[in-house]
């Protein structure tokens, strides 16, 4: 699986660590807008986005699957900063217009608002 991802692009998986192991866990991955459009209609599940995602492709949307945050690191913008970076790590290769998430809680959705707003792109849930 991180074989995969690593393939997709390198900046799908990042973290924060200070040394004694990672603090901050972000999964992001790009993805074609047909394959967000049909996630987010329910169309397809989480496995099938991962399954239709392939290297190569041009990619309009990311998908911001996983961020994962210590208690004691929360609130200090790390997770914002390492999904902006890897944000703009694919821009540099991908023309992305579209940010999704699935958010399971306030606290996820929130950081996918202030992570679209800081990277300039539509928010879709």
């Not at 392939?54 to 690191?73: D, F, N, R, W």
Request: net charge negative; glycine share 4%; hydrophobic share 45%.
């Amino acid at each position: 699986m991180i074989e995969k991802l690593q393939a997709i692009h390198p900046a799908t998986l990042s973290e924060y660590n200070e040394g004694e192991g990672p603090a901050v866990w972000v999964l992001v991955i790009p993805t074609t807008r047909t394959v967000m459009d049909d996630f987010i209609a329910r169309r397809i599940t989480e496995q099938q986005l991962l399954e239709r995602t392939t290297p190569g492709q041009i990619c309009e949307a990311i998908y911001l699957c996983s961020a994962t945050v210590l208690p004691e690191y929360r609130r200090r913008g790390l997770a914002l900063r390492l999904c902006t970076e890897a944000i703009n790590a694919i821009r540099a290769e991908h023309p992305i217009t579209a940010l999704y998430v699935w958010p399971f809680t306030a606290e996820g959705k929130m950081l996918a608002e202030r992570v679209a707003q800081a990277a300039g792109l539509e928010l879709r849930l």
